[in-house]
């Protein structure tokens, strides 16, 4: 089932939570919504599974307008942060349940109950566990009973809300896979809240980035890593320098360097970015030198702290594997993929003293 | 030696605190219970059964114990809304109702009685009205009805608040989501894991309705056969220098409840094992 938002607005007393939100996400399609803390993620879920009422904008489930519809009548499985298991409920009948409460006409036959359940019981990996109550599993059989209950009554979508917040590091990364491997099974539509970049870049088909009650960015993985749209995505996501520059007479420079040309009339203040990894070690006497005043290892890398000779500023740099690059020595810098932004906008460089993404 | 029973535990002072609570329980319960059952078994069961028939005593016994479990039957409803309100949603004067609640805990018991009969006599603010209607409240057993509920109100309210409060509102929504209408979510996933509370506050409502005296004798008119409660015969009977009669009706008011009390202990065991609070 296809989803189609269009304009979601939502605030709470005075302050907005979502303004004018538009999504489209495929039939079948895994979806992470990301974002910090208080920038809207939850709320759209929210929205989306009617249980936030939003002040204006439409969602269409399949084309048929799910706005007016009622929690009950849009059919959304959703798992819930904290679970919201029913602790008196055992595993079979918290799973049960959403068959169970359905009125005479559509209820499966008790037989027919106990089937689904055991095969979603078997689904989720936790055959055997449906005497269980709730307060008896671990966080990550828990959250897999949520989503083996949310999945029981055949839900047009599913939502998960920071699916693996509340799990340690290990069973994290196992549930991901697992969850992956699900939906490939299953092929619900699905959309997950996250803070967690890696989560989001690792399980989702596409990315959406939010931030202040605003979509950011919606895209792959690679294109949200490797093309950001916006200065916040390019901070936010993986590892950035950032470096101000200035605009004047269709050129941006940096202290004295001349970083390129841009297009005439853009003036003022702009800000250039650049991952670690794209800044390539060259011999001093280029476009830009630093001296190195730390190196530490990072997992596999190896990342040195650099003051520009151009500006004074600090940037990190990563070295190439087994190069001697030592602390006081001076290393000349040439910049690959950068983003160069003025007010929030993209500005492109046209030319190649340093290569724009 | 050191008592070999105890696992060893970080925390100080369990022995001495271990021998207060025993001392203070031995002094101020135990002891006087004992005494009581003591005086009562001079008369032996026969002699017990036979006061126990009496009908003057059989009506205020069945009086008591009737009226006090109708009061705490109608507490757990009302005591249950009030919880609700008080913890679910923010309103002025929230905190001047929750202050309220506990008002007949609070109250002098002779306050409460004097307050309700004014009320509630024939020519009482709403005492008048029903009067009219041709319902009398004080001075029958209606009036002692009213008198029970109101004292058992806090025990009910007071059970059931914290674990109300506990309860995390995401299980409403996520009954919400599966399709599960609105009743069906507070009977089937909202009360179910209160049952426990709901128990406790019968309990103590009931327990501190069986024993009630203070405000009941005034709206009462303790009429004999009618409106007489237990606690009442045993004054009564005290005050004629009846003393095997009083101890009696103490004894057997002292075993019902006890027996009662019991009873909600063990029913209670049963509900936590079935919630799955183990």
Known sequence: MDIKIRGLQKTFGASPALHGVDLDVGSGELIGLLGPSGSGKTTLLRAIAGLETPNAGQIHFGGQDA??????????????QNYALFRHMSVAENIAYGL????????????????????????????????????????GQRQRVALARALAVEPRVLLLDEPFGALDARVRKDLRHWLR????????????????????????DRVAILNRGALEQIGAPDEIYDSPATPFVFQFIGDSNRLPVDLANGRARLGAAILGHVAPGLEGAAELFFRPENAVLEAVGGLLSGEVTHVRRQGARRRADVRLD???????????????????????????????????????LLDEACRAA | MRIALLKPSPLPGFAPALGAALLWLGVLVLIPLAALVWRASGLGLSGLLSIASQPRVAAALKLSFGLSFLAAMLNVGLGGVVAWVLTRYE?????????????????????????LTAVYAPNGWIGGPLDALGLKVAFTPLGIFVALVFIGLPFMVRSVEPVLAEVEPETEEASATLGASRLRTIFQVVLPPLAPAFLTGFALALARAVGEYGSVVFISGNIPFVSEIAPLLIVVRLEEFDEAGATAVATIMLALSFALLLIINLVQARVRRRTGHA
Not at chain 1, 67 to 80: D, H, K, L, N, P
Not at chain 1, 313 to 341: C, N, S, W
Not at chain 2, 97 to 113: H, I, Q, R, Y
């Open chain 1, 67 to 80: 706005s007016r519809q009622s929690v009950q009548e849009r059919r959304v499985g959703f798992v819930f």
């Open chain 1, 100 to 139: 169970r409460v359905r009125p005479r006409a559509t209820r499966p036959a008790a037989r027919q109950i106990t089937h689904r359940v055991n095969e979603l019981l078997e689904l989720v990996q936790l055959t055997g566990f449906d005497a269980r109550f709730p307060g008896q599993l671990s966080g």
């Open chain 1, 181 to 204: 491997d699900l939906h490939k099974r299953t092929g619900h539509t699905t959309i997950f809240v996250t803070h967690d970049q890696d989560e989001a870049l690792e399980m989702s």
């Open chain 1, 310 to 348: 151009q500006t004074g500023a600090m940037i990190e740099v990563d070295l190439p594997h087994g190069a001697a690059t030592q602390v006081t020595q001076r290393i000349g810098l040439r910049l690959e993929r950068v983003g160069l932004f003025a007010q929030g906008r993209r500005v492109s």
């Open chain 2, 91 to 115: 309103f002025p004067g929230r905190r001047l109702l929750d202050a309220a609640v506990d008002l007949p805990f609070a109250l002098p018991t002779a306050v409460a009685g004097v307050a």
